[in-house]
């Protein structure tokens, strides 16, 4: 019985020494596992704290990215726009630049064809004298007549001398029956006595040229209908009325020749391509 006993706690003894030492080691492992725990929960909130920072900077990398989008798109917008104002400028600029080439044209032309409409106009009439003169001004041609060819001193009978100047005038009317003729008469700046029908240069100058107009028609064989009457005293003059001499020239009949534009430039070509040949 006592040997029993003894084998007993001998085996009793032996079963607790190899407890404590797997006690020992689970505890060291476990100790060692927690340790891996912790070092892992360390790294797993740090990753997660990196995740947050990174989380935070792709939106803001986003919303940059974004803001570069739209920016862009408000730079083509711009561009765009700015591109068409600067076509559109030019195209502007070409059309002024045009319009100046045009004129400056125009200004280097008209020399010549002034030139060349007084000359077909000189020849159809044929008249080479001092006290008439023949220009043209705005598409109109003027005829002006000093009127010592035409009438006597504060007369408006017409002269002799002055139906030969005026048949040559009415060549040219006739020659273009759709021209209108405004016979246009001037006095000097000296008042007129009335006489109990004319009362002072108003009606001495209208009353000088419906005696032209009563030629041209009754003697001449212009048309009525071409004619225009009209009178303008003393009130434009060529030069001031301060000497007896430019008096002389301020008295004169005008007869303006208003041609319809397209016949005013068949005049201009034929006689351009006379100028030529």
Same mark, same amino acid.
């Given at each position: 019985m006592k040997k029993i006993v003894i084998a007993l706690s001998v085996l009793a003894l032996l079963t607790s020494c190899v407890s404590k030492k797997k006690y020992s080691d689970l505890e060291a492992k476990n100790? &060692?596992?927690? =340790? $891996?725990?912790n070092s892992a929960t360390v790294k797993l909130n740090s990753c997660l704290e990196d995740k947050a920072g990174l989380t935070a900077t792709v939106a803001g990398l986003k919303e940059h990215n974004q803001t570069l989008i739209n920016t862009s798109k408000d730079m083509t917008v711009l561009t765009t726009k700015g591109a068409e104002n600067i076509e559109k400028a030019l195209e502007s600029i070409k059309e002024k630049d045009l319009k100046i080439s045009r004129m400056q044209d125009a200004l280097t032309k008209k020399d010549s064809v002034t030139l060349a409409v007084v000359t077909s106009l000189k020849s159809a009439v044929g008249i080479s004298d001092p006290?008439? &003169? *023949?220009? !043209?001004?705005?598409?109109v041609v003027f005829i002006s007549i000093? =009127?010592? $060819?035409?009438? #006597?001193?504060g007369s408006y009978e017409v002269t002799d001398k002055a139906k030969g100047v005026l048949a040559k005038v009415a060549k040219v009317v006739n020659d273009k029956p759709d021209f209108e003729? /405004? !016979?246009?008469?001037h006095t000097d700046s !000296?008042?007129? *006595?009335?006489?109990?029908?004319?009362? =002072?240069?108003? =009606?001495?100058?209208? #009353?000088?040229?419906?005696? @032209?107009?009563? !030629? $041209?028609?009754?003697? $001449?064989?212009?048309?009525p209908e071409q004619l225009i009457a009209a009178g303008r005293s003393s009130y434009v003059p060529l030069v001031a009325n301060d000497t007896a001499e430019n008096r002389a020239r301020n008295r004169r009949?005008? @007869?303006?020749?208003?041609? #319809? @534009?397209?016949?005013?430039?068949? /005049? @201009?070509? #034929?006689? /351009?391509?006379k100028q030529q040949q």
């Open positions: 100790k &060692e596992t927690q =340790d $891996l725990l006290d008439i &003169e *023949i220009n !043209v001004e705005k598409g000093a =009127d010592k $060819l035409l009438f #006597k001193s003729c /405004m !016979v246009e008469g !000296v008042p007129y *006595i009335g006489n109990g029908v004319l009362l =002072d240069n108003w =009606d001495l100058s209208v #009353k000088r040229s419906t005696s @032209i107009i009563r !030629v $041209l028609t009754n003697q $001449l064989g212009v048309k009949t005008r @007869i303006v020749v208003l041609p #319809k @534009i397209d016949q005013f430039y068949e /005049m @201009i070509e #034929k006689e /351009m391509k």
